[in-house]
């Protein structure tokens, strides 16, 4: 089995899905997008009919202008648009991986890295935020800094956690949900996320 095989072109997901859903609606929202960091984040949601009021199903895509080749860079908003749009549609339909056979022909397949296959992946260690910026990791910022939210804010016995990840130029990128409680004692543990090759974050298992 080739390596691309088990991945749908944008077409062919396009196709599926006006044939399975022919009064579905999808809709896609950037999120946060910095244009001194090259980076965007878009929220994609679907509904399968036109009385469903719920979105049916959400996904995201994160694009960072530097990862892209040369003759991409320009393109990679639009390139992350059509990957939540894309995801989003799997993510609903099911039957087959969320990313596109365009999005993995970028990807050599000797160098495919999935954090989900090993149990700690690029993720630190660090039980509250305040190890993690004394180990010597970019400083957290302030939540203008931040380049991403899940859909539902997770909380902690203090409330509302609040979302921070490494910088685009970090070594190693991370993030993740943290306690908002001052007094580094009472911290409760942070909720860490691991960047996937399709550069979106999902939680660590």
Known sequence: MGFLDNYEGNKERTDRWIKTYPE???????????????SILVRAAAW??????????IDFAFGY?????ANMKRWFVE???????????????GG???????????VNAA????????????VP???????????????????????????AVPSCTHGSMRWNQSKPDAPKSWGGYFCSEKIKEKQCTPRWYVLRSTGTWEPQV
């Open 79 to 93: 390139d992350t648009v059509t990957s939540a749009l894309m995801r989003v549609m799997a993510l609903v339909m």
């Open 65 to 69: 202008q530097a990862a892209y080749n």
């Open 24 to 38: 579905g609606r999808l809709e896609a929202t950037i999120v946060n997008f910095d244009a001194d960091k090259g």
């Open 96 to 106: 087959t991986e969320k990313a596109t056979k365009e999005t993995m022909e970028k």
């Open 125 to 151: 260690s660090y039980k509250t935020a305040d190890e993690a910026e004394m180990s010597g990791t970019p400083s957290f910022g302030s939540s203008a800094d931040s380049a991403w939210t899940a859909d």
């Open 111 to 122: 160098d495919v890295y999935d954090p989900w296959a090993t149990k700690f992946g690029d």
């Open 48 to 57: 399968r009919n036109q009385t469903e009021i719920e979105p049916a199903g």
